[in-house]
């Protein structure tokens, strides 16, 4: 069986508000599940900005 994962995204600034650190951050963790043979299931986004 597969461990299922859910990412969790949060910036609180994001200077340029180009959105770069939140993909950043999504293609670590996505990385990271892969490494791992984690199926992600879901992502979670919050914007403190």
């Known amino acids: 069986m597969t461990t299922r994962a859910a990412i ?3 910036i ?3 200077a340029a508000m180009d ?3 939140i993909d950043r951050q999504r293609q ?3 990385a990271l599940a ?3 043979g984690w199926d992600v299931v879901h992502s979670y ?3 403190f900005c």
Do not use: I, K, T
């Open 34 to 36: 892969e490494q791992r």
């Open 8 to 10: 969790y995204l949060r």
């Open 45 to 47: 986004y919050y914007n």
């Open 12 to 14: 609180s600034l994001d």
């Open 19 to 21: 959105g770069l650190a």
């Open 28 to 30: 670590d963790c996505e």
